[in-house]
């Protein structure tokens, strides 16, 4: 204690408002706890008004639990709330709002990973109080933790008991019918320490046994003892002893019961904390007999209640010293109880699906403890024990994100089927299915489809096409194939999404999952091919349903509402307010579901930093945009096609904002390291190179434009084919780059060929139709065909103005275009028409815009041409406006985005002139 009180004196050396901290460490048993506890209330016994703060830390759990605790106790504002840190909560309050004295005890912080960055991008050490009034004790077994944690200085490390403190821990009892000499005896047989000491006096309490008793066991079993401390120690005698205890109280319990020592045998196979009762109780054929023999495990110490109440933790040593044991006594003994365990963990292990998940997530850690000590399986019921419970854990390490280990178990799984000749066994066809969708969600994508297919024909085969699993991997198959950019694939996808959902919904009841599945491929695969009208009704239906049948708070209604606000921003016009509702909503489900570093996560942050450019916010659209893509880097790898899209994504934002500059650079140095996807003609990079192409055209670079989309055509030519609409997108981009080179000729000829091939392949009125005889109609006026522009503009005019209202920006811009081109011919009639009606239209939309202005002066223009009195009362108005504009008008969007720097000194030229006067 007086220790104790001179570290956390010497603490303050290092400020008066800093934590001071001390850790206690030392081999497990040695009274680390007691003594922290001892402190604790000697503390309140000196200070009535101090509080003790017990936090346990050997794993994330413990101590995320123990904080919560302390939120509850205190009823600390806010801790309900999935979306608050409670954590972060319960340091803020130690830091701003506690002002009691206090002292906390980290107490088990035996393992460094404790301290490892969590799924929300912080670890535990951050979580802990750095000003305040208080002090933090740690207890360790590990001293290079301690000294991590507190320094060398403030490193207390426990030594054994002297003899008279420990005499203490053998009771009374025991005391008053044994000699010290005895007793002395058996404490350096013990080493000294506590937990071996307790050990030792339970079993002679319990059993009443004497010292010398216990000491002619111990004795008589020396060779057993021997071998196996030089099996398991090295050079800690401490440890030493508490593995002749635990021999000595091992051959008590098998020669009692049997079924006890098996037991423990069992156990010390499974991770040593919270070893579900339900678990190991099975082996037993009632309640009565199981609650015997764990009985007699917690008599020893061997095992303690954990704090849920359902199951047991087992000390470390304890579990180590078992499981040396159990080797020493030979193959045969080991393979046993190995294969015993992987059938108790396996049949108990339930299927990875979300509603499991927290059973799934409580027998994890026993199903990695048990796999790796029984990998060499045999009989066919141990391969099938051992391949369902691969399966299992790798479908739950899939909904968690861990795809890589999900692929290797499950490829594991597969092998094992293969073994026995299995594999066309409908549990190995679903783990095939499985280990397809992991590939898919690594970026395997044409590997993904290539196995889908394989085992959805040996599905039909085996089972008949209208079996259930038989549509499942059919679903799974249309969703793999709705994510591609191939044309005949997104077909495929609707075609099979359509006939997988009518199977599903004859033979299965009204909103059923497995059909809210289908509705959601569905929706997605008609999206892909543009039908986002459909789309939007498909998916709508499928997550109303999904609210009511899952919940809004499953993963699988997450997905859905964010792939719906996709297609709602893709609606003409957006229905941007419910996206942004749903997006949002999407996000805190799916961060606190999964965690912000969860492949699905990063995926609908993505899709809201896409909302926020829909919105115009484009600073805050770009920072979550390079905060995705550095996680899609670190979490999926370079080359995953989540990460190529962030790229892709971020990349358009910045065009899109006309900072063509940091496109270029970023495009350049993304595909500086992806030489080979590009030489491979990989679509989405052949997507980078295609902006980059625009990005040149835009910096007027037009030789690097036109060995980009040059390449592009080239590539996608191979791949996709001549007439796929991506090659032509690419084509027409060429078309554009000759007019804007001034190669009126050229880009004639390509934009008139590509003109006839969009027509033909997507149709008259299809948008990049219309896009392509717009950009024809600019090169011939450019070229000074005055006429064949002018009918080029008015057909895009024609066909847009029956499916968009006369305010929308598409229409007004063609207007302007063919005004231009009717001045040309001076059509001045027409003309006047034309620029009256513009003029009608945006003042309706903003009377004191800059669209409005120039719309004025289009048509002064036209009236002066014609000589008409009227265009000087024009004229008049301009001023006036113009003059009456406030000095931050360039703040305007419509101003800032559109006049150029000379256009607005003479505006301010103007505003002065009627300042001075003289208008």
């Not at 004497?210 to 003892?225: A, H, K, M």
């Not at 063509?660 to 030489?675: F, K």
């Not at 008259?764 to 070229?783: I, P, R």
């Amino acid at each position: 204690m007086t220790i104790l009180d001179e570290h956390f004196a010497r603490g303050g050396e290092t400020g008066p408002t800093t934590i001071k901290k001390a850790a206690l460490c030392g081999l497990g048993g040695i009274g680390k706890s007691q003594i922290a506890l001892k402190y604790a209330y000697r503390q309140q016994e000196l200070h009535s008004k101090f509080s003790i703060f017990w936090i346990h830390a050997s794993n994330i759990s413990r101590f995320e639990k123990s904080y919560a605790n302390i939120a509850e106790e205190f009823q600390l504002s806010g801790r309900d709330d999935p979306r608050v840190d409670v954590l972060q909560l319960v340091r803020n309050w130690l830091e701003g709002q506690y002002r009691m004295p206090w002292l906390m005890i980290i107490d088990s912080v035996d393992d460094a990973h404790i301290f490892d960055k969590t799924e929300n991008g912080k670890s535990a050490l951050e979580y802990l109080p750095q000003v305040a009034n208080g002090l933090i004790l740690y207890t360790s077994r590990n001293r290079d933790v301690s000294v991590d944690l507190v320094g060398e200085k403030y490193t207390i490390t426990v030594s054994s008991l002297g003899a008279a403190e420990a005499r203490l821990l053998f009771g009374e009892s025991t005391r008053r019918t044994s000699t010290q000499e005895e007793q002395d005896a058996l404490l350096t047989e013990l080493g000294h320490l506590p937990l071996a000491i307790k050990q030792a006096a339970s079993f002679m309490t319990k059993r009443h046994k004497t010292i010398p008793q216990y000491l002619s066991q111990f004795r008589d079993s020396e060779q057993s003892t021997i071998t196996l401390l030089n099996h398991m120690f090295v050079d800690t005698e401490a440890a030493s002893s508490v593995s002749t205890a635990w021999l000595v109280s091992f051959n008590f319990i098998q020669a009692e019961n049997p079924r006890a020592a098996r037991l423990l045998l069992l156990m010390s196979l499974m991770d040593r904390d919270s070893i579900p009762a339900s678990l190991v109780s099975g082996i037993f054929e009632n309640v009565v007999a199981f609650d015997e023999s764990i009985g007699l495990l917690e008599a020893f110490s061997f095992v303690s209640p954990d704090e849920t109440g359902s199951g047991y933790d087992m000390h470390r040593l304890v579990q180590i010293v078992t499981r040396g044991w159990l080797g020493d006594q030979g193959e045969e003994l080991t393979r046993d109880i190995s294969l015993q365990a992987l059938g108790l963990v396996s049949s108990k292990f339930p299927d990875g699906v979300f509603e499991n998940w927290a059973e799934c997530a409580r027998y994890l850690p026993h199903a990695e403890s048990v796999l790796p000590r029984s990998l060499n399986v045999s009989d066919k019921t141990d391969i099938f024990a051992r391949a369902k419970l691969l399966s299992h854990v790798a479908w739950y390490l899939k909904g968690r994100g861990n795809y890589t280990l999900a692929q290797t178990k499950l490829e594991e799984a597969r092998s094992l089927y293969e073994q026995i000749g299995e594999v066309e066994s409908s549990e190995a066809l679903m783990v095939e299915c499985r280990l397809a969708s992991v590939i898919n969600q690594l970026g395997h994508t044409d590997a993904a489809i290539q196995l889908f297919r394989k085992s959805q024909d040996s599905q039909i085969k085996l089972l008949g096409s209208n079996h259930l699993e038989t549509l499942e991997t059919s679903d799974a198959l249309a969703s793999a194939l709705s994510n591609t950019l191939f044309p005949k694939y997104l077909q495929e996808s609707e075609s099979l999404g359509r006939e997988t959902l009518h199977l599903r919904e004859i033979r299965l009841p009204e909103d059923h999952p497995d059909i809210l599945t289908s509705l959601h491929t569905l929706g997605w695969a008609l999206f892909r091919l543009g039908k986002c009208d459909e789309a939007a009704v498909l998916l709508n239906k499928c997550l109303t349903k999904r609210n009511i049948v899952l919940g809004e708070h499953h993963p699988d209604t997450s997905a859905t509402s964010t792939e719906l606000a996709i297609v709602l921003l893709s609606l003409k016009p957006p229905d941007s307010v419910r996206a942004e509702y749903l997006i949002r909503h999407s996000v805190n489900v799916t961060t606190v579901l999964c965690g912000k570093e969860h492949p699905s996560t990063i995926i609908t942050y993505h899709n809201m930093s896409t909302l926020l450019r829909v919105l115009g916010k484009y600073e805050e659209s770009e920072a979550l945009q390079r905060e995705q893509l550095a996680l899609s880097y670190r979490i999926l790898g370079k080359n995953h096609p989540t990460t190529l899209w962030c790229i892709i994504s971020l990349s358009q934002a910045l065009s899109e904002q006309k900072r063509y500059d940091l496109v270029r650079e970023l495009v350049e140095a993304e595909l500086e390291t992806r030489q080979e996807l590009a030489s491979r003609s990989v679509l989405d990079v052949l997507i980078m190179m295609e902006i980059l192409g625009n990005t040149y055209v835009e910096l007027e670079q037009y030789d690097k434009a036109d060995l980009m989309f040059q390449a592009v055509i080239t590539g996608r030519t191979q791949v996709l084919g001549a007439e796929d609409a991506s090659t032509l997108r690419a084509l027409h981009y060429m078309g554009r780059l000759r007019w804007k080179e001034g190669k009126h000729d050229e880009a004639e000829t390509i934009l008139l060929k590509l003109l006839h091939q969009r027509a033909a392949i997507l149709g008259k009125t299809h948008e990049e139709t219309l896009l392509t005889a717009t950009v024809l109609g600019h090169s011939f006026y450019s070229a000074q065909k005055y006429l064949e522009a002018e009918i080029m503009f008015r057909q895009v005019l024609g066909v847009k103005e029956q499916t968009l209202p006369p305010h929308d920006e598409a229409i007004l811009a063609i207007r302007d275009n063919l005004e231009a081109a009717l001045a040309e011919q001076q059509k001045y009639a027409e003309w006047e028409a034309h620029c009256r009606k513009t003029l009608e239209i945006r003042q309706e939309l903003a009377p004191d815009g800059y669209h409005t202005l120039r719309a004025l002066s289009n048509l002064a223009c036209v009236l002066d041409r014609q000589g008409k009195e009227e265009s000087q009362a024009v004229f008049n108005a301009i001023m006036l406006k113009i003059q009456s504009l406030p000095e931050n008008f360039m703040d305007d969007k419509t101003y800032a985005e559109n006049m150029s720097l000379e256009e607005a000194a003479a505006f301010r030229a103007m505003q002065s002139q009627g300042d001075d006067g003289n208008g």
